[in-house]
């Protein structure tokens, strides 16, 4: 019998050996059994909202304000609607649409004005929180191109409005946890079924067999990487159009010429520019400029000089630029951001374009920097919307695309504006640190490509100059001074008197000369009609809606029959 007990006692020893052996291997090999509370995960506040925004979280937090949704102003227009601007002077939110101004006080944002029509809402469109100012999202998803949705259990806020870029979607293979690190011995969220499409997050490599994902439904977390099925790259989509103005457009290809002058002047003169120029359709004359700080404007506006022009078959197209920001301390933050000044500005502009029968608007800001450039952006929707309410164009001027530039946003001006004039040239300017050409053919050709991948060909016209830039260099190869400006004639006239004759080189697609005097090397690359002919065929080629020349008095009557030529072939 004892030896019996001793035999139950080493076998019972054993299990329990096993058992406690089992349950290490059990710890060590189970998954988390553990379901994490969203709670506990997402610790946001009673009245706060996570955003999520093209399927993943942003840091910003929405709230929540008598059963109204909420987000940071700048959030919305970060994210969802590049249009909604926000002037936080005045406490004033400006929207502009195709179909008019959206305008909403702060002092009363239970109604808002769209155009001259007052509209009434059952919920505050503007919220303020300390210095941080929300916009309600009902609103936003009301005039913006996005789908939106609230979720609760965590309060969260889904919003797509990117419907352009490519993302990493796959389907679950099988049912399976959602845990919150990449491994099976973390917790889990949620239980996910098989077929369930998510979206994988590629910024994130696998671990342990684990992928990062996010739920449509806005829950980030793990799933084995073994379980994405079906990988497929799309984009989000959505029933919404986008909101395009609509396009005054000319009947024919526009050849436009950049008339400059320091004063007024009368048909004379607009004769004396253009008599040779048979081809010419729009005249752009230098007019207008900013003043001051007030949203006031300088004029050498001319009643004879727009009759004149009308008489030849032109359309007149008043410039304004920003030229003498130093001369006048223009501040232009403070003139395109102040919603009061902003409109002021637009007024004056309108009135003198309607004073002067004006057919168009050429707006030439140069100033403009990366800080500025939400308020010029805001400045030309809102200019736009009075001009074509009096039917008159507005056309913008920017050099050509680069990265540097990118602020200027041009597939947005593309949407807004009647015409993007990409200026062509000053590929070296005044400024340049090296010789070079004004305007090489490459130059013209990449920069042109470029600028079609952000706005239509019927909205893109291609400025070409009349001038180019005599270098002048040490023997070392610097630059001894800042280069001297040629007009056509001037730049051949210059050669000849120095004895030189320029060649053909290949890769500017211009003639080139040099020369040394009075110890200095001297450079220049030529602008004359076969130089001028080759970029008007890239310009056509492409489909462009016209040309441009800087400016009226730098060419020479036999360069308008080459333009002329390429004119005719667009009829």
């Not at 707006?363 to 008159?392: G, M, Q, S, W």
């Not at 005044?430 to 600028?451: H, Q």
């Amino acid at each position: 019998m004892k030896k019996r007990l001793t035999v139950i006692f080493i076998l019972f020893v054993i299990l329990a050996l096993f058992a406690a052996v089992g349950m290490i291997v059990f710890k060590k090999f189970a998954p988390s059994f553990t379901q994490r509370p969203m709670s506990e995960q997402y610790k946001i506040g009673k009245e706060e909202a996570l955003l999520i925004i093209n399927g993943k979280p942003v840091e910003a937090r929405g709230k929540l304000v008598s059963g109204v949704v909420y987000v940071p102003v700048e959030i919305a227009a970060g994210y969802m609607n590049e249009r909604i601007y926000w002037d936080d002077k005045e406490d004033i939110l400006c929207l502009a649409t195709s179909g008019g101004l959206i305008t909403v006080n702060m002092a009363d944002s239970l109604r808002y004005t769209l155009g001259k029509e007052t509209k009434e809402m059952s919920y505050q469109a503007l919220y303020q929180d300390g210095e941080t100012t929300y916009v309600a999202m009902e609103f936003v998803a009301q005039h913006s191109r996005i789908n939106y949705s609230y979720m609760q259990e965590p309060n969260r806020i889904l919003v797509q409005s990117d419907f352009e870029s490519s993302n990493t979607f796959a389907v679950l293979a099988d049912d399976i946890r959602l845990r919150v690190g990449p491994n099976k011995k973390y917790d889990y969220l949620l239980e996910l079924k098989k077929a369930k499409e998510v979206l994988v997050d590629t910024s994130s490599k696998a671990e342990n067999g684990y992928q990062k994902i996010f739920t449509l439904e806005g829950i980030e977390g793990y799933v084995p990487e073994e379980y994405l099925t079906e990988k497929m790259e799309k984009a989000w989509t959505t029933e919404k159009q986008e909101d395009i103005f609509p396009q005054i457009k000319m009947d024919k290809k526009i050849c436009l010429g950049w008339h400059q002058m320091t004063g007024v002047v009368g048909s004379a003169d607009l004769q004396l520019k253009t008599s040779q120029a048979t081809s010419l359709n729009v005249i752009s004359p230098t007019w207008f400029a900013l003043s001051d700080n007030k949203g006031n404007i300088s004029s050498l506006a001319s009643a004879e000089y727009v009759s004149a022009a009308h008489a030849k078959g032109m359309k007149v197209w008043g410039l304004v630029n920003d030229f003498d920001e130093k001369k006048n301390n223009i501040n232009i933050k403070k003139i395109l951001g102040r919603t009061s000044i902003r409109t002021k500005l637009i007024n004056n502009l309108v009135t003198t374009a309607l004073r002067y029968n004006l057919d168009g608007i050429n707006v030439d800001f140069e100033k403009i920097t990366a800080k500025t450039a939400p308020a010029y952006l805001e400045f030309l929707r809102e200019l736009v919307l009075a001009c074509h309410a009096n039917n008159i164009v507005v056309s913008v001027d920017d050099y050509l695309p680069t990265e540097s530039s990118s602020f200027y946003n041009w597939a947005e001006q593309g949407k807004v504006v009647d015409y993007v004039i990409f200026m062509a040239y000053d590929e070296h300017y005044s400024g340049s640190k090296e010789s070079g050409s004004v305007s090489s053919l490459p130059f013209v050709k990449n920069g042109v490509e470029l600028g079609l991948k952000y706005i239509p060909a019927e909205r893109v016209v291609v400025a070409l100059p009349f001038y180019t830039r005599l270098w002048k260099e040490t023997k070392k190869g610097k630059l001894a001074s800042r280069p001297a400006v040629y007009g056509m004639s001037s730049a051949e006239s210059l050669l000849q008197s120095q004895g030189v004759t320029s060649e053909w080189d290949e890769a500017t697609g211009q003639y080139y000369a040099e020369y040394k005097a009075d110890n200095y090397k001297y450079r220049i690359w030529l602008e004359e009609e076969t130089s001028l002919e080759k970029k008007l065929e890239v310009v056509f080629d492409n489909k462009a809606a016209g040309a441009a020349f800087w400016k009226l008095g730098f060419e020479r009557p036999v360069t308008w029959t080459t333009i002329a030529k390429y004119m005719q072939k667009q009829e």
